[in-house]
């Protein structure tokens, strides 16, 4: 009896993981860089985006958004992720806030949201969260010096 009872927190635990929460007014992955603009922002995001696997889906004055694949079985529908960088202007510099999403499948006339899209924090999400983040992180880096 015990060891069921065991089990059964232990699932629980395991079901209630979620991903990251970031200590930011969004409570999303975000930066403010006082020191670019935001043409250099948008610039360097696209540049670091592209070179971990993204496709650039769109372009505007003050939105990124890039989509890849997700790693997946050949049984499975074709899920992604869509990674949105909304870039606003500061006085200096710029604000940028990221999102990062599931979707199934990805990149086809089919596209839809996820549902429950990162319940379940696992090691292909961390790695898009990792991406994400250190794209943030060289962009402060960058235009801090």
Same mark, same amino acid.
Not at 17 to 25: E, R
Not at 40 to 46: D, E, F, L, V, W
Not at 50 to 67: C, H, I, M, P, W
């Given at each position: 009896?015990? =060891?069921?009872?065991?089990? !059964? ?16 007014? =969004?409570? @999303?992955?975000?930066? $403010? !860089?006082? @020191?670019?603009?935001? %043409?250099?922002?948008?610039? *360097?995001?696209?540049?670091?985006? $592209?070179? %971990?696997?993204?496709? /650039? ?6 939105? /990124? ?8 079985? /050949? ?5 992604? *992720? @869509?990674? +949105? ?5 500061? +006085?200096?510099? !710029?604000?940028?806030?990221?999102? &990062?999403?599931? !979707? &199934?499948?990805?990149?086809?006339? &089919?596209?839809?949201? *996820? ?5 379940? *924090? =696992? ?9 994400? +983040?250190?794209?943030? $992180?060289? /962009?402060?880096? @960058?235009?801090?010096?």
């Amino acid at each position: 009896m015990k =060891s069921w009872v065991g089990l !059964v927190l232990a699932l629980t635990l395991v079901g209630c993981a979620t991903a990251p929460h970031n200590d930011t007014p =969004s409570g @999303k992955p975000e930066v $403010t !860089v006082p @020191k670019a603009s935001a %043409a250099a922002a948008k610039s *360097y995001i696209t540049d670091r985006m $592209t070179n %971990a696997g993204y496709r /650039l889906e769109k372009d505007s004055q003050y939105q /990124l958004v890039f989509g890849r694949l997700g790693r997946q079985k /050949l049984v499975q529908a074709s899920w992604g *992720y @869509k990674a +949105n960088f909304l870039i606003t202007e500061q +006085n200096p510099g !710029v604000r940028v806030v990221a999102d &990062l999403g599931m !979707v &199934l499948y990805e990149g086809t006339p &089919l596209e839809r949201a *996820y549902p429950g899209a990162f319940e379940q *924090y =696992s090691d292909p999400q961390e790695d898009a969260y990792r991406q994400i +983040n250190d794209v943030l $992180t060289g /962009l402060k880096a @960058k235009f801090s010096r």
